[in-house]
């Protein structure tokens, strides 16, 4: 019964996962609450989880990969990108293999945050497309992670387990050995020949049209002077030339859908529309309208202030804003700038943009303050992607960041601390030295990762203590007789890479290897071969946007669709394959 239980929970969650309706971390607490109701995880034991060093790992290494993104050290690393006259392959050799060696040692999220601006503004300084470069330097992120324990959280995940299964540890470069032979073969085949395989959306209208996303949606408002007013609907084509699409007519709070022809403008009517930007740009000019939105007063009054600056951002996957609009959360009022305009790839909105709920990799545009906008972004979870110049840091606290890391690094591969003791050490001195203001160590944690983790541990266990890991397992070695033992490693490494494609890379090792362990223990060979390909599988989330963080990141500035992921994903996993399995077994023999 326990085992059907069990069973029936990870069928739950793959689909839960998969569906993406709900997020993951509440997918993790909805399995955690079923296998407490029906008694396999005692209630006083719920939320041990929580405590798993991994756990603590993860947010510790979080804090201080915050400290090392907001110290400027990669911005610095990236000047010469800024000041020569480089070639395209040469740009993005040195993008991916920046983003891939900051990712090693950093959260890949962060690594790829702080490279993406960089990465448009080169586009657009040397008139290519964007989407040549963030495809490839979102996948160097996750290649980067692969080599080193903290660089991705499925490598803490399988250290952790493999320390309560058998004593040890991987230290700190263990994976190195393959993780990092994987990274410089997949990076080669990234910047000389992937790239190529991803769509080149080159923007409309001139360079200041800097992003490759889908059409915005804006509202704009019709005043007294306004050469729309008292004109029918048809009159529109003459300010748009078709380029602007009317999506709905707000008058007195009643909302009327696609107007007629005959329908007749009148003043104060707040009219939805979609375009391009510098076509949204040419029409209001034109037409004499005014942005409409919360906050009216105030942007009129801005107009003129040379302090109030617009800018366009990504929402990113832990921002705070997520599923709330700026209407039932005041942002006005409680963040200090206006919501101009969304762009939602690959979805029309035909709302009020302040009744939109933001959705990860929405690219809005917002009002603000110049001197406060940054910090604004910040706290809204949001990357801003406006060329504004680069922030190359102070020297100083460059030199504190890194010396604070390389510290709690030394004192973990030396064995004097435990990774989880040093790091924790590492987020405390970025603090207590002003590396990190205190108001940004709670929100550096990207907390639903946390809580995933620490609510579905106990189903990873409860899948080993209850059989189900070995019986999953016995089926694969009715396999043995007939395969030769690499290619029941490869069939691991391909159903673990296949998981993490569509549900959450943590997720997927934590389910991943107390299955791997029990086939390993059933061929009677070593296990680490066969937890290094779930710890790679692991990290292999290149087919989908869903799959990682970094791909969700990249697709709205990048213009994407779901299956472009497809193009250069799909060699380059079937390369990891071709290239991973031997270097395993090289490196870990079975």
């Given at each position: ?18 569906w ?24 006083e ?9 991994a ?12 400290g ?9 690393m ?13 740009q ?18 962060g ?6 601006p ?10 290519h ?30 250290s ?9 540890r ?12 994987i ?36 509202e ?48 104060n ?39 109030i600056?617009?800018?366009?951002a ?28 969304i ?23 917002v009002?603000g ?18 060329d ?33 003791v ?53 089926k ?12 029941i ?32 223990i ?20 290149f087919l ?11 697709m ?16 380059l ?18």
């Open positions: 019964m326990e085992m059907k239980v069990v069973f029936g929970t990870l069928i739950l969650a793959v689909i839960l996962f998969a993406g309706k709900i997020r993951y971390d509440l997918v993790s607490i909805i399995c955690l609450l079923i296998l407490v109701l029906f008694g396999i995880v005692p209630a034991e719920a939320f041990l989880g929580f405590a798993h060093p756990v603590i790992t993860v947010g510790m290494v979080l804090v201080v990969s915050h090392l993104a907001r110290s400027g050290l990669v911005e610095s990236a000047k010469i990108l800024i000041e020569k006259d480089l070639s395209f392959t040469v993005l050799a040195i993008l991916c293999i920046l983003v891939c060696f900051a990712s090693a040692f950093m959260n890949n999220v690594a790829l945050a702080m490279t993406m960089l990465a448009v503004l080169i586009a657009n300084k040397h008139g497309s964007a989407s040549s470069y963030l495809m490839p330097i979102a996948f160097a992120s996750l290649l980067g992670g692969m080599t080193t324990l903290i660089g991705t959280p499925p490598n803490i995940i399988i952790t387990f493999r320390a309560e299964q058998f004593g040890q991987f230290r700190m470069f263990d994976f190195a050995a393959v993780g990092l032979g990274a410089v073969i997949g990076l080669a085949f990234i910047i000389f020949i992937g790239w190529r395989f991803v769509p080149k959306r080159a923007p409309k209208g001139d360079d200041k049209n800097r992003f490759n996303i889908d059409d915005y949606i804006t704009v408002v019709i005043p007294e002077d306004s050469k729309l007013k008292d004109q029918p609907h048809r009159a529109i084509y003459e300010f748009t030339k078709g380029n602007i699409q009317i999506l709905n007519i707000i008058r007195n709070d009643q909302l009327t859908y696609a107007p007629g022809r005959n329908f007749v403008f009148r003043e009517d707040i009219i939805s529309i979609q375009g391009d930007p510098e076509d949204l740009k040419d029409f209001i000019n034109e037409s004499k309208t005014n942005l409409a939105g919360e906050g009216q007063e105030e942007k009129e009054s801005a107009k003129n202030n040379e302090d600056i617009i800018v366009e990504v929402v990113m996957e832990s921002s705070p804003i997520l599923d709330r609009s700026a209407s039932d959360m005041l942002m006005s009022f409680r963040y200090g700038v206006n919501l101009l305009a762009s939602r790839q690959n979805q029309k909105i035909r709302k009020r943009i302040d009744h939109v709920k933001f959705q990860a990799g929405d690219v809005i545009l009002q303050e110049s001197d406060k906008i940054d910090e604004t972004l910040s706290s809204m979870g949001c990357l801003p992607l406006a504004r110049g680069l922030n190359l840091g102070e020297p100083k606290k460059i030199i504190l960041a890194l010396g604070i890391f390389l510290s709690s690094l030394a004192l973990i591969i030396s064995g004097f601390l435990e990774v989880q040093g790091f924790t050490l590492g987020a405390l001195l970025m603090v207590l030295f002003r590396v990190i203001p205190i108001r940004e160590l709670y929100t550096s944690v990207d907390w639903p990762v946390i809580i995933l983790l620490g609510a579905l541990l106990p189903l990873g266990t409860a899948l080993e203590d209850t059989g189900g890991a070995n019986l999953i397992a016995e694969i070695l009715l396999l043995k007789d007939s395969l030769p033992p690499w290619a490693l490869t069939i691991v490494l391909v159903v673990t890479m296949f998981l993490s494609d569509i549900i959450n890379n943590a997720a997927t090792v934590v389910l991943m290897a107390p299955i791997a362990l029990n086939i390993s059933g061929m009677g060979v070593a296990s680490d071969p066969f937890l290094m390909a779930v710890a790679i599988g692991g990290s292999c989330a989908t946007p869903i799959g990682h963080q970094s791909n969700a990141l990249v709205g500035p990048g213009g994407y669709k779901f299956t472009d992921y497809l193009r250069m994903g799909a060699p996993e079937l390369l990891i394959v071709a290239i991973g399995i031997p270097l395993i077994l090289f490196f870990w023999p079975l």
